[in-house]
């Protein structure tokens, strides 16, 4: 049992309610770690936002290539 308790559907408020829903018409699963999360509405919009960032950047399908990112910022 964890020690913070999850926000669950039933409980949940309107803008939390829309951010499950947009989860699950993902066909991502509703994890239980957003579920506390969401006690925070914004801390949970920006924690999934951090997620789809890392996970375009990982994928290649990021906007901006990492090595022009990186570019010049490593010195021999």
């Not at 801390?43 to 570019?71: E, M, Q, W």
């Amino acid at each position: 049992m964890s020690r913070i308790p999850m926000v669950q559907e039933e409980q949940a408020p309107p803008e939390v309610t829309e951010v499950y829903s947009k989860i699950e018409e993902s066909g991502a699963k509703l994890l239980n770690l957003y579920r506390v999360l969401a006690h925070e509405p914004n801390i949970l919009r920006n924690f999934l936002r951090l997620g789809g960032t890392v996970a375009c950047a990982v994928s290649g399908r990021h906007r901006y290539p990492l090595d022009k990112l990186n570019a010049g910022t490593h010195r021999a």
